[in-house]
């Protein structure tokens, strides 16, 4: 003959377990849930990384090469070509120096750009963007080294 106070033991363990099987067949079915919503956003976000992508490369210059390396060509400034056609970096920097009220140091321009300048590695970079630029014929560069617009 079967203990009583066994089979009760039995039987409430058996739906605590049937309980707990309800949660966890419950919380599978979210987390399945969860998970097709996040493959359905990892598709989109490739869909729409793809896109910019594209809109980058259509919008971007066009790199030349030197030396077998990729280098982002900066137009000399002549009649037939638009300021339009630099890189979106360069046009910054020439509008921040037409910005000045005269003629200004690349320190100047980084400050007007949002550079640090308090770091050297930063306006380096800028400062040979500058030269580049004048090199092509869009800003001058005075004698004290101070940059500002052709006419």
């Given at each position: 003959?079967?203990?009583?106070?066994?089979?009760?033991r039995?039987t409430?363990?058996?739906?605590?377990?049937?309980?707990?099987?309800?949660?966890?067949?419950?919380?599978?079915?979210?987390?399945?849930?969860?998970?097709?919503?996040?493959?359905?956003?990892?598709?989109?976000?490739?869909?729409?990384?793809?896109?910019?992508?594209?809109?980058?490369?259509?919008?971007?210059?066009?790199?030349g090469?030197?030396?077998?390396?990729?280098?982002?060509?900066?137009?000399?400034?002549t009649?037939?070509?638009?300021?339009?056609?630099l890189?979106?970096d360069?046009?910054?920097?020439?509008?921040?120096?037409?910005?000045?009220?005269?003629?200004?140091?690349?320190?100047?321009?980084?400050?007007?750009?949002?550079?640090?300048?308090?770091v050297?590695?930063?306006?380096?970079?800028?400062?040979?963007?500058?030269v580049?630029?004048?090199?092509?014929?869009?800003?001058r560069?005075l004698?004290?080294?101070?940059?500002?617009?052709?006419?």
């Amino acid at each position: 003959m079967l203990d009583p106070e066994l089979l009760e033991r039995i039987t409430a363990r058996r739906a605590e377990l049937d309980e707990l099987e309800e949660q966890l067949a419950k919380q599978l079915a979210e987390v399945r849930a969860e998970r097709d919503e996040l493959a359905v956003a990892e598709r989109v976000l490739d869909r729409v990384s793809e896109q910019l992508a594209d809109e980058r490369a259509s919008a971007a210059p066009a790199p030349g090469q030197v030396g077998g390396r990729p280098v982002m060509l900066i137009p000399h400034r002549t009649p037939d070509v638009e300021e339009t056609m630099l890189p979106p970096d360069y046009q910054r920097i020439l509008a921040a120096v037409r910005q000045a009220a005269g003629p200004v140091m690349a320190r100047q321009v980084g400050e007007i750009l949002g550079v640090d300048i308090t770091v050297r590695a930063k306006l380096e970079p800028l400062r040979g963007k500058l030269v580049r630029l004048v090199d092509r014929g869009w800003p001058r560069k005075l004698p004290d080294g101070r940059f500002t617009t052709r006419l």
